[in-house]
């Protein structure tokens, strides 16, 4: 059973710098699933797909949300990231990570997601 760990500050300022985590267990983030996302909801509206890394290391992002955040990961660790810059009080939201076989848009494992306020 594939279990993803979502970690991250919380708490950041506008024209910070955010980083997530993404722990994996129970499968390779180089193997067996293809894509691991990260999704996020802000309060009271829907999920918004930003962007995914490939098991072949290939990214692919939302252009809506323009280039301000990257996603990468670390093979030994069996971690993704997400690395968002220049946030701002509209990045609040509760941030996923989700995997699955072979969609970007549909998941076959979810995490619990983490909560980032965006607030001076």
């Given at each position: 059973q594939v279990q993803l760990q979502e970690s991250g500050p919380g708490l950041v300022k506008p024209s910070q710098t955010l980083s997530l985590t993404c722990t994996v267990s129970g499968g390779s983030i180089t193997t067996n699933i293809y894509y691991w996302s990260w999704i996020r909801q802000p309060p009271?509206?829907?999920?918004?797909?930003?962007?995914?890394?490939?098991?072949?290391?290939?990214?692919?992002?939302?252009?809506?949300?323009?280039?301000?955040?990257?996603?990468?990961?670390?093979?030994?660790?069996?971690t993704v990231y997400l690395r968002m810059n220049s946030l701002k009080p509209e990045d609040t939201a509760v941030y996923y990570c989700g995997a699955s076989y072979g969609s970007l848009y549909e998941y076959d494992y979810w995490g619990q997601g983490t909560q980032v306020t965006v607030s001076s």
């Amino acid at each position: 059973q594939v279990q993803l760990q979502e970690s991250g500050p919380g708490l950041v300022k506008p024209s910070q710098t955010l980083s997530l985590t993404c722990t994996v267990s129970g499968g390779s983030i180089t193997t067996n699933i293809y894509y691991w996302s990260w999704i996020r909801q802000p309060p009271g509206k829907g999920l918004e797909w930003m962007g995914a890394i490939a098991s072949d290391g290939s990214t692919y992002y939302n252009p809506s949300l323009k280039s301000r955040f990257t996603i990468s990961r670390d093979n030994a660790k069996n971690t993704v990231y997400l690395r968002m810059n220049s946030l701002k009080p509209e990045d609040t939201a509760v941030y996923y990570c989700g995997a699955s076989y072979g969609s970007l848009y549909e998941y076959d494992y979810w995490g619990q997601g983490t909560q980032v306020t965006v607030s001076s």
